[in-house]
Structures are given as structure tokens and as C-alpha cells.
């Protein structure tokens, strides 16, 4: 598939968006900056996608967007990932855009720039699914490779995702741990996704793998089931807010600079 044909695919991005949230009730709610998170989140990914959609089962995160201009659509309340909410809110929505992105509703800063990336990894057919990852700072240490919430991705030299994991994967033989960042260049996962519009309605309808009942991440069964989930690679430093505590380290970046972000 060429650029052009790629360019005829239609897109459409989808931000799940509950308020239920053990650590964080009414997250999509939080203010930042004078804005709530899920308008932060909403004007971001608008300035690359032109067809934008909240999906939310609250009445007050719906209203709160309708308020902005947005658009929202009301969806179950016993989806178990967003991909679930995702697969529900395009089939209510009624769209035929031939690829679904789901974006994170608690990353306020997401860089329009990973929405070109992820876009991107389309141009190839065989991309049934596509996901993005960020290199690892090897600067930061063992201590933060080895955290379980952010899980280290393998691809092959295509940019086929092989294996996820919240282990620190590959293992370095020979290296005291503390070398390991070093001595190898890992890569985190950037919980997006994009799905062909087929691919979704496919993996919805899967029964949990061994593999995801494990470690307890979603694209495990789709990689246990033969789906082709191609790599991007990001550098854009991110903030994903998962407690009130994390506003403080959101607002800080709201004053300072990405490199390659928009203004916002």
C-alpha cells in the first residue's frame, strides 16, 4: 500500500471516558489549567483527527462535553477496557471509518504528532492493529524498567510487536542488573491504539487468553490469536494522570516545553 492509499483510509478517534475510578473519582472532570482534562484531552487530539468522539457511560462527563462542542456518546457501564467501550461506541455512533484510534482520556498532553505516527503505521496492509511505544531512558535506571505499570515491548524488524510485558524483557545475560538500560535499548509501552474497523469487532469478541489473564494486558490475546499489532516509536514524554497527586506533575509540564509538541 502506498501513501496515497494510505491517505484514502478514513479515521476516527475515539477517548473512553468513566468516572467511576478507584483512585481517582471523576477523573475526566479534573481541572487543569482552567480546562477539564477530558477538554484538554479532546483539543489535542482534534488538531490531527477532525472526527472526535468522547465515549462515556456518566451523564455529567457527557454534559461536560457537550458543553465545549464536543461529541459524546453514551455507552455500557460493564465494559471491562476501553476497547470494549471503543467496539460499542463506533457501532452507536454509526461510523464507517475504516480505522478506530482509542486514546487514553487521562493524557492531557498527547502530542498530535503520535496521532500522525500511529496513522502511519497503516501504510503497511497487513497492519491489523497499531500501538506506540517510547524508548527507555536508560538514564532513569533499573528501578524504573522494573516498574510492572509500564510494560516493556519486543518487536521484529518490521515493527510486528512479538510479546508484552510488565517484566523487564529481554533478560541481559552476563550484566548485573543495574546494567541492564545500558546494555540494551528497551522500549516502554503508550497505551494507544488503532484497530481496523473489522480487527475491532474481531477481538472484542475473543475470550480472555492465558497469557492476558496473567499479566493482565489486553493485547496479549490479540497477539495469542495471530493479530499483526505494528510499532511506532514516539519520543514524546507524556503525563498520565492516575491520582490526584499526578495534577501537580501535569501542571508542570503545562509551563514548560516539549520538544516537536503544539502549544497547549
Given at each position: 500500500m502506498?501513501?496515497?492509499?494510505?491517505e484514502?483510509?478514513?479515521?476516527?478517534g475515539?477517548?473512553?471516558?468513566?468516572?467511576?475510578?478507584t483512585?481517582?473519582p471523576?477523573?475526566?472532570l479534573?481541572?487543569?489549567?482552567?480546562?477539564?482534562m477530558?477538554?484538554?484531552?479532546?483539543?489535542q487530539v482534534?488538531k490531527?483527527?477532525?472526527?472526535v468522539w468522547?465515549?462515556t457511560?456518566?451523564?455529567?462527563?457527557?454534559?461536560a462535553?457537550?458543553?465545549?462542542?464536543?461529541?459524546v456518546?453514551m455507552t455500557s457501564e460493564t465494559?471491562r477496557?476501553?476497547?470494549?467501550?471503543?467496539r460499542?461506541?463506533?457501532?452507536?455512533?454509526?461510523?464507517?471509518?475504516?480505522?478506530?484510534?482509542?486514546?487514553q482520556?487521562d493524557?492531557p498532553?498527547?502530542d498530535?504528532?503520535?496521532?500522525?505516527q500511529?496513522k502511519?503505521?497503516f501504510?503497511?496492509?497487513?497492519t491489523?492493529?497499531?500501538?506506540?511505544?517510547?524508548?527507555f531512558?536508560a538514564?532513569?535506571?533499573?528501578e524504573?524498567?522494573?516498574?510492572?505499570?509500564s510494560?516493556?515491548?519486543?518487536?521484529?524488524?518490521?515493527?510486528?510487536?512479538?510479546?508484552f510485558?510488565r517484566?523487564?524483557?529481554?533478560?541481559v545475560?552476563?550484566?548485573e542488573?543495574?546494567?541492564w538500560?545500558?546494555?540494551?535499548?528497551y522500549h516502554?509501552?503508550?497505551?494507544m491504539?488503532?484497530?481496523?474497523s473489522e480487527t475491532l469487532?474481531?477481538?472484542?469478541?475473543l475470550?480472555?487468553?492465558?497469557?492476558?489473564l496473567a499479566e493482565?494486558l489486553?493485547q496479549?490475546?490479540?497477539?495469542?490469536?495471530?493479530?499483526v499489532?505494528?510499532?511506532?516509536?514516539?519520543e514524546?514524554?507524556?503525563?498520565?494522570?492516575?491520582?490526584?497527586a499526578?495534577?501537580?506533575?501535569?501542571?508542570?509540564?503545562?509551563?514548560?516545553?516539549?520538544?516537536n509538541r503544539?502549544?497547549i
Open positions: 502506498t501513501g496515497t492509499d494510505m484514502k483510509l478514513s479515521f476516527i475515539i477517548i473512553p471516558a468513566r468516572y467511576a475510578s483512585r481517582f471523576g477523573k475526566p479534573a481541572m487543569l489549567g482552567g480546562m477539564t477530558i477538554e484538554r484531552v479532546y483539543r482534534s490531527e483527527l477532525d472526527d468522547v465515549a457511560d456518566d451523564d455529567r462527563i457527557a454534559e462535553v457537550k458543553s465545549f462542542g464536543g461529541k456518546v465494559h477496557s476501553g476497547t470494549d467501550r471503543c460499542e461506541a463506533y457501532d452507536n455512533i454509526g461510523s464507517q471509518a475504516d480505522v478506530v484510534i482509542n486514546i482520556g493524557e498532553f498527547i498530535p504528532l503520535q496521532l500522525k500511529i502511519k503505521c501504510d503497511l496492509p497487513d491489523q492493529i497499531a500501538t506506540l511505544v517510547r524508548p531512558d538514564s532513569k535506571g533499573y524504573a524498567l522494573e516498574n510492572p505499570n510494560p516493556k515491548v519486543v518487536f521484529d524488524k518490521d515493527m510486528r510487536a512479538m510479546l510485558s517484566s523487564v524483557i529481554p533478560y545475560r552476563g550484566k542488573r543495574s546494567e538500560p545500558g546494555a540494551y535499548e516502554t509501552h503508550i497505551g491504539y488503532a484497530y481496523r469487532r474481531e477481538i472484542t469478541c475470550p480472555q487468553s492465558p497469557l492476558e493482565s489486553e496479549l490475546r490479540w497477539l495469542e490469536n495471530g493479530y499489532i505494528r510499532v511506532g516509536i514516539s514524546c514524554e507524556t503525563v498520565g494522570i492516575d491520582t490526584p499526578d495534577l501537580e506533575a501535569a501542571l508542570e509540564l503545562l509551563q514548560s516545553n516539549c520538544k503544539n502549544d
